[in-house]
Nanobody
Framework: QVQLVESGGGTVQAGGSLRLSCVAS????????MGWFRQAPGKEREFVAA????????YYADSVKGRFTISRDNRKNTVYLQMNSLKPEDTAVYYC????????????????WGQGTQVTVSS
């Protein structure tokens, strides 16, 4: 079965950095677009970043543009999210997702989801 397993979350001070990883199995990774979403307590899940199957196209939410970088290694079935200049408002559970999306920002366009990894940014 398809599995997406995130890692790399943790607690960091404001201004710090974290790198999230998501390893996929049970699917032909190189044919799927990948996305990162996050959900803070009491809020809806929101789009963070997405990358096309080849890695040639990347997309970001305005709130993270210039601070976060999404990348992928199709040889390792892994997608990454490098997060720099973290802010307290970045605190959330971060999820990776795989899908053959048309609208990369919509969680409904993704077929598979990981269990999430907690990111906490202290002020």
């Amino acid at each position: 079965q398809v599995q997406l397993v995130e890692s790399g979350g943790g607690t960091v001070q404001a201004g710090g950095s974290l790198r999230l990883s998501c390893v996929a199995s049970g699917l032909t990774f190189s044919t799927y677009g990948m996305g990162w979403f996050r959900q803070a307590p009491g809020k809806e899940r929101e789009f963070v970043a997405a990358i096309s199957w080849s890695g040639s196209n990347t997309y970001y939410a305005d709130s993270v543009k210039g601070r976060f970088t999404i990348s992928r290694d199709n040889r390792k079935n892994t997608v990454y999210l490098q997060m720099n200049s973290l802010k307290p408002e970045d605190t959330a559970v971060y999820y990776c997702a795989a899908g053959d999306y048309n609208n990369y920002w919509s969680p409904h366009e993704y077929d598979y989801w990981g269990q999430g990894t907690q990111v906490t940014v202290s002020s």
